[in-house]
């Protein structure tokens, strides 16, 4: 049973990763600190041991493509004061595998007197679906959350409380969470753009 299981999750991690998620990120707006996991540690911080630290300002970006780090700062602070869902895609530049186009999605979240207090989110390699060279930032409204956007939501809660739960079983389904996320992720990211 425990081969099946290994086995399984082995195949569920390997298609994960051709697949594209490559991490989940928190920002605690309030203490200007972000959290990444491992894959976001590599992508943005450009190590992946930082991942679960506190990083600050441009430790936290150091891996952004310097083209697009003014628009993309715009656009967060533009984006935290409306609060909700938000897509963006921007570049990265790894000294290992040179610029890559990842798509963020995330949700901010507001305090009782509706300021920005927390941001939370998934980041989807996206280098082979990209057609063109620009970047974007989208926010949506609350009122007309597509069921797409809900879906994304509801995923990011189950993979936060699967992590709370910890034990045996938790990597296999955690990987098949990112897989869900990065399907919902990859639908997002076409409408957005259409």
């Known amino acids: 049973m425990e081969t099946e299981f290994y086995e399984s999750y082995e195949g569920l991690r390997s298609a994960l990763d051709a697949s594209g998620v490559v991490g989940v990120w928190d920002w605690d707006i309030v203490r200007r600190t972000a959290r990444y996991d491992r894959g976001a540690a590599f992508l943005l911080a450009l190590d992946p041991g930082l991942a679960g630290q506190s990083l600050h300002g ?65 980041l989807i390699d996206i280098t082979d679906t990209r057609e063109d060279s620009r970047g974007y930032l989208a926010r949506t409204e609350a009122r007309s959350e597509h069921p797409l956007d809900r879906a994304a939501t509801l995923l990011l809660d189950a993979r936060k409380a699967i992590d709370e739960v910890g034990g045996e079983g938790q990597s296999h389904l955690r990987v098949v969470l990112d897989l869900a996320l990065f399907e919902v992720g990859a639908h997002l990211a076409r409408r957005a753009r259409h």
Not at 77 to 97: D, K, N, T, W
């Open 58 to 122: 441009d430790t936290a970006m150091v891996g952004i493509h310097p083209e697009d780090r003014e628009w993309l700062k715009t656009g967060y602070q533009r984006a935290l004061h409306g609060g909700g869902l938000f897509l963006s895609e921007y570049r990265v530049i790894l000294p290992s595998m040179g610029t890559r186009w990842l798509l963020s999605r995330g949700r901010i979240y507001q305090d009782e007197l509706g300021r920005p207090v927390r941001c939370k989110g998934i």
